[in-house]
């Protein structure tokens, strides 16, 4: 273990007397650069889950706390599926930290399962109520960058998820679409830029449509 990785550990275990630590993200895949932040899984007698970011050592680190019974069939997840990288720092007596990594492991390689009707219909109705709300508070720029970036980051979770695939966080899957997809990425980076408010709704309704029509 490295030397700040152990430093990050002592502190982790005297402030919140965790059973397990998983370290994620680019420093569990070792895609580490000179920004990049630690992602720590702290599993223990946690009453909620709940994150912190914290500043130790001139290092951020993003902390998030779960209860045990919050990691069902040993699987780790976040909003976009299974993490794709972990790596345990501290083990619980009955190798939990290692079932976690062996599983999700395992669960991220066979790719989800299909989503029901009710499912995908419920996603429908999710990204029409952003783009609701996007034109609700058209005259509001703060209100407004805020459910567009909703609906950017759901539209690309449904992109990948679309073609029985994982779905990624943006910094990963917004090059894979680049690569895969240019028109879908155009669309998507209408919303980023700086447009006039009918030309991000008509990407919304044009980014709908390729979402749905696959």
């Known amino acids: 273990m490295l030397d700040i990785e152990a430093e990050i550990l002592k502190y982790l ?60 069939h040993d699987v780790f997840q976040l909003y976009y599926g299974p993490v794709q990288a972990l790596k345990v720092l501290l083990d619980s007596s009955d190798q939990l930290g290692r079932r976690i990594v062996e599983q999700t492991r ?22 029409a109520r952003l783009v609701t709300k996007i034109l609700s508070h058209s005259s509001d720029p703060e209100a407004c960058f805020t459910n567009l970036g909703l609906f950017h980051r759901m539209a690309i979770q449904l992109w990948f998820e679309q073609r029985g695939r994982w779905s990624l966080p943006p910094h ?30 008509e990407a919304c309704a044009r980014i709908q449509w390729e979402i749905w029509r696959t």
Do not use: M
């Not at 223990?44 to 951020?60: I, L, S």
């Not at 395992?106 to 990204?127: F, M």
């Not at 690569?179 to 990425?185: I, L, R």
């Open 13 to 72: 275990v005297a402030k919140w007397s965790p059973q397990v630590v998983l370290l994620g993200g680019s420093r569990a895949s070792g895609d580490t650069t000179a920004f990049s932040d630690w992602d720590l899984y702290l599993i223990g007698n946690y009453p909620t889950k709940d994150c912190f970011p914290e500043q130790f050592g001139g290092q951020h680190l993003d902390i998030e706390v779960r209860s045990r019974s919050d990691v069902p």
């Open 106 to 127: 395992l669960v991220y390689e066979r790719g989800p399962l299909p989503k029901s009707q009710g499912t995908l219909a419920a996603d429908r109705n999710e990204l």
């Open 172 to 201: 990963k899957g917004l090059p894979i679409i680049r690569s895969e997809d240019g028109h879908f990425a155009e669309l998507l980076r209408e919303l980023a830029e700086d447009n006039p408010i009918e030309s991000k709704l």
